[in-house]
């Protein structure tokens, strides 16, 4: 590539969690909310929808990958919700307790979760800056 190339960020296209077992992993994302986009068991991924994006959360099997807790400075997804203290109140209905308490950002609120295996999920909302949000 010449210094006068370039090239163009377009979007995300998946965003892939390591996961110890397959069925745990969807059973638990499925409890979460999410839609299971396509599953194959022989080749260790399910792939999660989310929203009406093509890309998902991509799960991978990982021999040998145990539970583990969430890593404090590990990387994190958020992803925009209508109202993250709803989101909240729907996760623990549904036996997912919250890292910790919903808190504010600049542009609404987040409530994070982790899966068994550390992965770390947030659900952040756009309350204080809805022109910034998608429409729903």
Do not use: C, H
């Not at 077992?21 to 999660?48: S, T």
């Not at 990982?62 to 209508?82: C, I, K, T």
Request: charged share 25%; no cysteine.
């Amino acid at each position: 590539m010449s210094e006068k190339e370039s090239y163009e960020l377009l979007g995300f296209d998946n965003v892939i969690f390591p996961v110890g077992d397959l069925g745990e992993a969807v059973r638990f994302y499925e409890w979460a909310g999410f839609a299971v986009a396509f599953r194959f068991d022989d080749g260790g991924i399910a792939m999660l929808k989310v929203g009406g994006e093509t890309p998902g959360i991509l799960l991978r099997v990982e021999e040998g990958f145990g539970y583990r807790p969430p890593v404090w400075l590990s990387p994190r997804v958020w992803l925009e919700v209508p109202d993250a203290r709803v989101a909240a109140r729907q996760l623990a209905d549904a036996g997912i307790g919250p890292l910790d308490e919903p808190f504010d950002t600049a542009t609404g609120r987040v409530v994070e979760v982790a899966d068994p295996w550390g992965n770390v999920l947030g659900f952040t909302d756009y309350s204080k800056r809805p022109e910034l949000g998608r429409r729903t």
